[in-house]
T-cell receptor
């Protein structure tokens, strides 16, 4: 059984701070990693994708991947109240449905 | 722009009723998925399909069945609805490639009374 672990939170950060969201996974065959954002009452939407070790930056978002440690993280710089949502991590082993973590709920306090 | 639509946003059914949840995608995706999402349990895969007429069980298929007669449409069927099937149901689709980004529909909030 492939497992994806995320701290459920809530993670509370003040507006303008850096939010750090973490994810560990059990399947060493995972090659790519997705971060989805889910606002309350809405469906998940893809915000980041990473497949190489190291960092990938997209605006205020940075995904970090360490395959040796089976660890992927998402940093949100200059956090805004509109970033308040649940963030889901999903490793991809290829040709199978994504296995999602239960998500970390982020609350950005104005 | 990928679009996944679901037949209803909210649905209320009685115990024992047969329930159909419909999902349609307009991007010619080969793969389609049905999840349910409950507080504290995350997204759980019910069934998925890699092609027309094909279906695979996910992690929690009991009490559900599916139908995929056309590539763009994937239906979830609750043969005899029970109160423990009250949940948010999410449909998703993706292309059949090595890296599978999944696109989600808006969800159906089903209440079984």
């Amino acid at each position: 059984q492939k497992e994806v672990e995320q701290n459920s939170g809530p993670l509370s950060v003040p507006e303008g701070a850096i939010a750090s969201l973490n994810c560990t996974y059990s399947d060493r065959g995972s090659q790519s990693f997705f971060w989805y954002r889910q606002y309350s009452g809405k469906s998940p939407e893809l915000i980041m994708f990473i497949y190489s070790n190291g960092d990938k930056e997209d605006g205020r978002f940075t995904a970090q991947l360490n395959k040796a440690s089976q660890y992927v993280s998402l940093l949100i710089r200059d956090s805004q109240p509109s970033d308040s949502a649940t963030y889901l991590c999903a490793p991809d082993s290829g040709n199978t449905p994504l296995v999602f973590g239960k998500g970390t709920r982020l609350s950005v306090i104005a | 722009d990928v679009k996944v639509t679901q037949s209803s946003r909210y649905l209320v059914k009685r115990t024992g009723e047969k329930v159909f949840l419909e999902c349609v995608q307009d991007m010619d995706h080969e793969n389609m998925f049905w999840y349910r999402q409950d507080p504290g349990l995350g997204l759980r895969l019910i069934y998925f399909s890699y092609d027309v007429k094909m279906k695979e069980k996910g992690d929690i298929p009991e009490g559900y069945s599916v139908s995929r007669e056309k590539k763009e449409r994937f239906s979830l069927i609750l043969e005899s609805a029970s109160t423990n099937q009250t949940s948010m149901y999410l449909c998703a689709s993706s292309k059949r490639e090595a890296t599978i980004e999944q696109y989600f529909g808006p969800g159906t909030r089903l209440t079984v009374t």
